[in-house]
């Protein structure tokens, strides 16, 4: 945060040189989520792209679509092609929603299991899952991928081990759709003192979630 702080006051030729001192690609991956939208694309296009494919496979898909977005079309595409194709197919389905509204500022990795899951199978799933960045909650899902409920953490570690989720959860969920404004998601976390809000379509299958950085992200904007 910090570094990218910073490289708002250097030319172009400081900015690479800070670029290239980074001790490594996970070290220039978060700089790079964190600096100015206009920055961006200054500080990847002159960088090799070996490079700068690594750094855009450290990202989480919701910042590699963003930040994608802010590229030259012809750059953008060449990096989606060398992308793997579940990778390209998730970032290109981002892509395609309004980068101000709930489904462009989402984040696909989300944590969602059956309602019939014990407490302590789900502290079990949670703990060997990689994909998820932010565990704030663990949403609900039904048979077809239907958001039914919501459990905290602090809930699900409360409770006796052998307790469903049917039973801990809250049913009435506080979620939003992908074509939501990106404002009334940042105004729904902050009404519900919520870390994290459930993006669902128009048949309330969940899609993804947008976490608290994100929304903190909108209330700065």
């Known amino acids: 945060v910090d570094v990218a702080l910073l490289m ?8 690479q040189q800070v670029f ?3 001790p490594d690609d996970a070290f ?4 790079i989520a ?6 961006i694309s200054e500080v990847l296009e002159a960088r090799p792209m070996a490079e700068v494919l690594s750094v855009l496979r450290l990202l989480g898909t919701d910042d590699q679509a963003d ?11 060449r ?18 929603y309004d980068p101000e509204s709930a489904g462009g500022i989402m984040s696909p990795e989300f944590f969602a299991l059956p309602a019939a899951t014990t407490a302590t199978d789900a502290i079990q799933a949670l703990q060997q899952s990689e ?3 932010m565990a704030f909650y663990i949403y609900v899902v039904n048979e077809p991928g239907h958001l039914v409920g919501v459990v905290s953490l602090r809930a ?29 998601v940042a105004r729904l976390a902050a009404r519900y003192n919520l870390l994290a809000i459930p993006v669902v379509d128009e048949g309330n299958h969940l899609e993804g979630i947008v976490t608290i950085d994100d929304v903190i992200d909108v209330m700065r904007e």
């Open 8 to 15: 708002r006051f250097l030319n172009d030729l400081e900015q």
């Open 20 to 22: 290239a001192l980074l």
């Open 28 to 31: 220039r991956a978060e700089t």
């Open 34 to 39: 964190e600096l100015d939208e206009h920055l």
């Open 67 to 77: 930040v994608l977005a802010l590229l030259p079309s012809e750059f953008r595409a």
């Open 79 to 96: 990096l989606i092609d060398e992308l793997k194709p579940d990778e390209a197919e998730e970032v290109e389905e981002l892509l395609h």
């Open 131 to 133: 994909d998820v960045e």
């Open 156 to 184: 699900l570690v409360t409770h006796p081990s052998d307790t469903p989720l049917s039973e801990i959860m809250v049913s009435d969920v506080i979620s939003a759709t992908v074509e939501t404004d990106q404002e009334e």
